[in-house]
């Protein structure tokens, strides 16, 4: 399978999660700020749009702030059908309510999170590649940095082995009515995950890692948001 140019993948659901609080970013929605002119969460709609057939897409909100992502979606991508839903109070919740809205061609979810803006539709692809060889994939890259544990008052306790160390991103790509099992398993033994491989490995399944050596950045400070400018018109002038 190859779909990297941007052709529309048949069985393919695409679940955008905005559902965060910005807590550590500071201000009342990250997701509204502007990168390069336009609004965070819109560059993963533009990006994985091209891919994905009428109702694929869904853009899970929070209630309070439906109205304003909807606004903001058709004023910078009136083009774009998008099925924007709200989310629940856990990250799981949101992303069930997503997989939920998803229309029933959907064989593979892809779940992005919608402050990591410069994830491409390449880069998913490659992940729907992988996970159609195993029971998932996600996007993820070595850990390079030296890790410590800390002890009681931030002495550290330890080094950590970092060979075996990936930090992971999204997308994440799974099937999707083994994916609803998942969360439906862990909703009913009050387990919460902070991403979607997490409540897939709780049943076993096998997950590949695919390497991304590009800059998937995660917005969550707002010097993040100044590093991905810099990149977008670095890539701009590439």
């Given at each position: 399978m190859n779909d990297w140019n941007n052709?529309?993948?048949?069985?393919?659901?695409?679940?955008?999660?905005?559902?965060?609080?910005?807590?550590?970013?500071?201000?009342?929605?990250?997701?509204?700020?502007?990168?390069?002119?336009?609004?965070?969460?819109?560059y993963s709609l533009r990006n994985f749009a091209p891919l994905c057939r009428p109702g694929a897409l869904v853009l899970v909100v929070p209630a309070a702030d439906l109205a304003a992502f909807a606004s903001l979606k058709d004023k910078f991508c009136p083009e774009i059908p998008v099925n924007i839903v709200t989310g629940g109070e856990t990250r799981c919740r949101s992303v069930s309510n997503g997989?939920?809205?998803?229309?029933?061609?959907?064989?593979?979810?892809?779940?992005?999170?919608?402050?990591?803006?410069?994830?491409?539709?390449?880069?998913?692809?490659?992940?729907?590649?992988?996970?159609?060889?195993?029971?998932?994939?996600?996007?993820?890259h070595p850990v390079t940095d030296t890790l410590k544990k800390a002890g009681d008052h931030g002495i550290i306790a330890a080094t950590v082995d970092r060979s075996d160390l990936w930090a992971v991103e999204t997308p994440q790509i799974f099937r999707l009515e083994v994916l609803k099992k998942a969360y439906e398993t862990a909703f009913a033994t009050d387990r919460d995950f902070t991403d979607d491989a997490g409540a897939m490995q709780e049943t076993g399944a096998r997950i590949k890692l695919v390497h991304n050596p590009d800059l998937n950045i995660k917005i969550t400070y707002p010097g993040d948001l100044l590093l991905a400018e810099a990149l977008l018109k670095f890539n701009a002038k590439a």
């Open positions: 052709q529309i993948v048949d069985d393919l659901g695409v679940v955008i999660a905005a559902g965060g609080a910005s807590r550590r970013y500071g201000t009342d929605n990250k997701l509204f700020e502007l990168l390069a002119g336009i609004p965070v969460f819109i997989l939920n809205a998803l229309p029933g061609f959907s064989r593979y979810v892809a779940v992005h999170d919608a402050a990591r803006p410069l994830a491409s539709a390449e880069l998913l692809c490659r992940c729907l590649e992988a996970a159609r060889k195993n029971d998932g994939a996600l996007a993820a």
